[in-house]
């Protein structure tokens, strides 16, 4: 294992994972300061307001940021025509955004999103080039793995997200506006500090890797990811958009809260997968070394996210109950429908890096495309019988099929064997039984003596 860059990938695992667990804080305090202020109809109204940006950013970026990362870790460019590029692409891709979204609020605000006011969904307009900044400059850090500066830089976002929206929300009473607004400064701020990180790497970047037409290599392996991303991203809300449609922006505000507090399942797999596909892309010419580090990790990340399933099933209507109150209780069972599918979609991020970091982004398309089909079709289905908790199940069919489906395709890729993948052997409990020995020797070492 020491000839794998472990030590290097846990210890920036780690960091990433720290830098998600203070984000995961703000953004629970954020969460339930929204929903008790806001209540369920107004918490849904700013959920769904800030989807808009999101599916423009998701739907427009051309797979450029996955790009950025794979260049970048694979040392095919330099971070400064990197910089070059993306702006122009930025530009561009704003522009059409803008355009975009301006027509489909103005003739079809109303159809888009029942219940959301057309004013407050042409404010949430405006944060598109925002997010799509932020996530074009994030690449570049992720690429450059310089990983302290981007677990910095991200978590600027949600302080100082929380920092206004408790006068805005709180004191002033803005409602959904006050809480956009929140939003807004938040991204801004985290786009200033994660451009000061950017510059510092220009600054200290002295390689070589030019290529005589980067935008068109950006595109040509980006497109193979980008719809790929568009139909992942899709996955992971058409749930909340046909609920939208089918019941009421009150009955998307709790089930809202369900899905929050299950995502925060990935955060181990959100913090593993920024590290490791840069990682991989290193790993291009060394096939024997890749075909054992991606099952390690996936294990783990695997069996960390069960545990921790467990443990939501079970607080999770105390909980609930205690910080959100009575009007989001029935958000505990939508969370019990959710959490299977949830722990299955965890390792299946951890495999969709491997296959990106072959060359092959467009197998994850391939599986993400069936998945959303198949969760638009059992939201059809099962809404109308089960309300939310039909949301949540249709959800659990869609991930547990994605991730099977990468599954078969990363065995075919690598040729390592299913349960190579899954199950923990032998090696790992030896390597969990050494690390205990360490860490209770370090305390032995220094609390004891």
């Known amino acids: 294992m020491k000839n794998l860059g472990l030590r290097s990938l846990v210890q920036n695992t780690g960091g990433t994972l720290v830098r998600q667990f203070a984000s995961l804080i703000f953004n629970i305090v954020i969460s339930i300061l929204m929903a008790r202020s806001l209540g369920p109809n107004g918490n ?11 599916m423009l950013t998701t739907f427009l970026n051309f797979g450029i940021s996955p790009a950025i990362v794979y260049h970048l870790g694979s040392n095919a460019v330099s971070i400064k025509n990197a910089v070059r590029t993306l702006f122009k692409f930025w530009i561009v891709i704003s522009l059409l955004g803008l355009a975009i979204g301006c027509v489909v609020v103005y003739f079809w605000g109303d159809q888009f999103l029942p219940g959301v006011p057309p004013s407050l969904l042409a404010i949430g307009l405006l944060i598109y080039p925002i997010a799509l900044l932020q996530t074009f400059l994030l690449s570049l850090l992720q690429g450059k793995q310089d990983f302290r500066s981007y677990n910095l830089a991200v978590i600027v976002s949600p302080v100082i997200t929380l920092t206004l929206a408790i006068p805005f929300v709180l004191f002033f009473h803005w409602g959904a506006i006050g809480a956009i607004t929140a939003y807004t400064f938040g991204q801004i701020t985290g786009i200033i500090t994660i451009w000061r990180a950017v510059s510092r790497n220009i600054a200290n970047d002295h390689s070589h890797g030019e290529t005589g037409n980067f935008a068109r290599q950006l595109l040509g392996y980006g497109w193979r990811s980008h719809l790929g991303n568009i139909v992942g991203f899709l996955n992971y809300r058409v749930d909340t958009i046909l609920l939208n449609y089918f019941l009421a922006p009150a009955a998307t505000g709790i089930y809202v809260v369900a899905v929050q507090i299950a995502e925060q399942l990935w955060m181990l797999s959100n913090a593993v997968s920024t590290v490791l596909l840069p990682r991989l892309s290193e790993l291009e010419n060394e096939e024997e070394k890749r075909r054992i580090l991606t099952p390690f990790v996936n294990r783990w990340v695997l069996l960390v996210s069960l545990v921790g399933a467990l443990l939501l099933a079970i607080l999770a209507k105390p909980l609930i109950n205690i910080f959100l109150g009575s009007d989001y209780a029935s958000a505990a069972i939508a969370l019990i429908w959710l959490l299977p599918g949830v722990v299955f979609l965890t390792f299946s991020r951890i ?15 391939y599986t993400a495309i069936i998945a959303v089909v198949l969760n638009v079709f059992f939201n059809l289905l099962l809404i109308p019988v089960m309300g939310i908790n039909g949301s949540a199940l249709a959800s659990t069919i869609s991930y547990t099929i994605n991730s099977i489906m990468k599954l078969i395709v990363y065995v075919r890729l690598s040729g390592n064997p299913w349960y190579s993948v899954i199950i923990i052997n032998s090696r790992d409990l030896a390597l969990l039984r050494d690390a205990m020995t360490r860490l209770r020797d370090n305390i032995r070492n220094r609390y004891m003596q």
């Open 44 to 54: 849904g109204q700013y959920v769904l307001v800030l989807l808009l940006p999101t």
């Open 351 to 365: 495999l969709a890096n491997d296959i990106a970091a072959r060359g092959r982004p467009e197998f994850n398309t």
